[in-house]
Nanobody, 121 residues
Framework: QVQLAESGGGLVQPGGSLRLSCAAS????????MGWYRQAPGKQRELVAS???????NYVDSVKGRFAISRDNAKNTVYLQMNSLKPEDTAVYFC???????????????WGQGTQVTVSS
């Protein structure tokens, strides 16, 4: 069994910063792309940022220059550093990882439980 555990959400004032972490746990698996999605009330879930196993990153336009995604492959952990936060960044943030368990051939999407980020004065 593989699980993703997120941490680091909370309440922050506009212009502030938060760092989200997501660690994959379990036994005998490999991870390809990892990413962060978010879902605001009444809106569809959207990809915020992703990073491949080789470190290639991708961002939604609205967070470019403010957010930075990184990963520590030795710890099976992905991070999202969020700076210059805006009220419109308020959402539940979900960690996602494409994981292949040993003795299987396909990568399968795993999701974390979500962590609330609220940007408000």
């Amino acid at each position: 069994q593989v699980q993703l555990a997120e941490s680091g959400g909370g309440l922050v004032q506009p212009g502030g910063s938060l760092r989200l972490s997501c660690a994959a746990s379990g036994s005998r698996f490999s991870i390809n792309t990892m990413g962060w999605y978010r879902q605001a009330p009444g809106k569809q879930r959207e990809l915020v940022a992703s990073i491949t196993a080789a470190g290639i990153t991708n961002y939604v336009d609205s967070v470019k220059g403010r957010f930075a995604i990184s990963r520590d492959n030795a710890k099976n952990t992905v991070y999202l550093q969020m700076n210059s936060l805006k009220p419109e960044d308020t959402a539940v943030y979900f960690c996602n990882a494409a994981i292949r368990r040993i003795f299987t051939s396909d990568f399968v999407d795993y999701w974390g439980q979500g962590t609330q980020v609220t940007v408000s004065s």
